[in-house]
């Protein structure tokens, strides 16, 4: 029986995957035979049937209610399948509330919500949970305030396994012999990630943008995943596990008239509590660019990472930074790739990345590249920044950017969690009810004055923070010509008395 119900889930699931992929099979075999052209050799003749007419969508509209104990519920109906995917968003639960003392609270509270509860044992879960065809995972990541609990499966077994979900959400036990299990996987994997460079970049980069603000932390360590009880846990979760706090949208093959009664009566347990989301306010922008070198003695890498604080999510000019970070460099047909990879052949990559959440987030560029080319690509990198602001975008490669933007939005409307993630954030964020709607006319409508505005507002060599992982003895020197360094080592902490020198800063 199992069996018959995984299969059927399986099947179920790769004819919704298939479904969502049919629009898009014929270019991704076309880029997979083209993979051993470089782009540099490829002749771009601009004759790509794409259409200038503005996409143009209507995203469908969630049933909304809150429940008396306060729940934000969401329904999004789609009968095509027998699949329904739930996700509770459950804000002042996630890792920017933790004690300063304490990182990775939040995330150990999420990630053992089904190892136990009054009713159930950890295995117990987990084999009825398989048994069901369905799935279930929460989790809590640093920079976000949120902790989120997701599960899906057939619609046909839908109570049962939202019942499992429902009990692992409200009546977790946190067994003590699996918070020691959980220690004794994390600690390993913590003192893993501090061996890798790229982590080692976000780290360091993440604490010189933020400083004291709590998104400057990136992860957990040994000392304090060690100092977790049940105990501590199981207050986390009392104090910050609130019904009025939390969004509860639910996707699939569901009639939102005869669920909503149902949801009643299956969350009226969870009652309010006074758990109160206050949201901290962000740290400044910087007013001056630092330099900080990660020393990997013996590295014949250097890992670049560079940025500056952006914006916050809801800030009008969001629009206008995609389109720029889309220029810039957000894919393998951005100005970065195409510079730093296909003509100077420093990397195998190198992207840039925005980030805006409730508070104002970081917009970033870097990647690997060979210790001997860092000063080289170090050049191009600020010739790059420079560029986009102080030249105004060619309108032909703004056009491309702009429907590079409305092309992806176009697909991911094709995935059912998508929808759901586009539903919270329109509900999180309090944007209007056509926010979706409109965006792909936003994108657009961006102009060439808008990205140099955005660029020069938001992108500022001068007091850009840059760090750079690998061998101190090599690159030193180089890093000294763009900004004062100061080395550090893999726990972020200065790695000599005084290891700092000046430079001339970023130009």
Sequence with gaps: MRLKVRMKFLMWTAAALA????????????????????ASKVERLNRAPVSKEILRVKLPRPVEVTLPNGINVMILEDHRFPLVTVQFDIDGAGPLYEPANQPGLAGATAQLLDEGTKTRTSRQIAEQIDSLGATLSASAGF???AAILTASGLSDTFEQWFGLARDVLLHPTFPAGELAQYQSRAKPALLQQR???????NQTLSRALYGAYPAAVVSATPESIDSLTPAMLADWHDKHYAPEN?????????RAATLIPK???????????KASVNFPAGPPPATQGKVY??????SVQTTLLMGNLAIKRGDPDFPALVVLNEVLGAGSASRLFLNLREEKGYTYGVYSNLIARKYAGPWTAGGDLRTEVTDGAMTEFLRELNRIRDEKVPDDELGAARRSVVARFALSLESPQQLIDYAITRKAYKFRADYWDKYPAQIAAIKADDVQRV????INPATMQVVAVGDANKIKTVMEKYGTVEIVDASGKPAVEGSKSTGAGLQ
């Design 455 to 458: 660029a020069k507002k938001y």
């Design 143 to 145: 920079g976000s305030g």
């Design 263 to 273: 949801l009643r009566q299956w969350l009226a347990e969870w009652q309010r509590s």
């Design 246 to 254: 939390t969004i509860l949208a639910i996707s699939g093959d569901v």
């Design 19 to 38: 479904a969502a992929t049919a629009a898009t099979g014929r270019s991704q075999t076309n880029q997979d035979q083209d993979k051993s052209i470089p």
């Design 195 to 201: 061996s890798q460079p790229n982590f080692l970049a």
């Design 293 to 298: 070198l990660v020393d990997r003695p013996g």
